[in-house]
């Protein structure tokens, strides 16, 4: 199955809600699946909806490689196998909500820091039409959270609480440098004020 062409942010198709699916799915649904997952290994992404190939249709694919995962959250955390999720909703199971990079293949080039929920509960339908029903954590949230909102309309700028965290992808690690220096710097000066009130 050939890639297809990812949209980009700025394609009305990006910006309007998918339309639901209704089961038994027929060919035309595993067929999209199979582009789904050929533009996904093309781009080299995670995941990626069904409206980012320009098809307006409540369905989602994701992966969350073991090596990621645990780059994210540490030694102790798994990975996700490949998932197709159609008609997807999301629970949190907690108001806690973390800042996380994200990008997006249809914004290409730019990093954002974006606010997840950090434990929710994802529903929906598989190919078989049967229910799925998965706690997820950390990365894992998140990137179904990303997924998600492009069913809804929405991409990852959007639930940005602070423009200035959103950048080229080739700044981040100058950007990141910068942080650990001013936190570095703040730290001398706090130690030196508490020297002195010693002295």
Known sequence: MAAKEILKMGHPLLRRPAATLEPPFGDDIFELVE???ASLEAAGGVGLAAPQI????????FEVPEDRVRMEEGETASGVPSTVLINPKITPLSDET???WEGCLSVPGLRGLVPRFTHIRYEGLGLDGRP???EARGFH???VQHECDH???ILYPERMTDMRYLMFESEVPRFMES???AAAAREATAANAEGERRD
């Open 98 to 100: 973390a800042l996380g």
């Open 151 to 153: 069913l809804l309309g």
């Open 132 to 134: 799925i029903s998965i």
């Open 141 to 143: 949230a998140r990137v």
């Open 54 to 61: 320009g098809v307006s249709k409540s369905l989602v694919i």
């Open 179 to 181: 942080l650990r220096e």
């Open 35 to 37: 582009e789904m997952r």
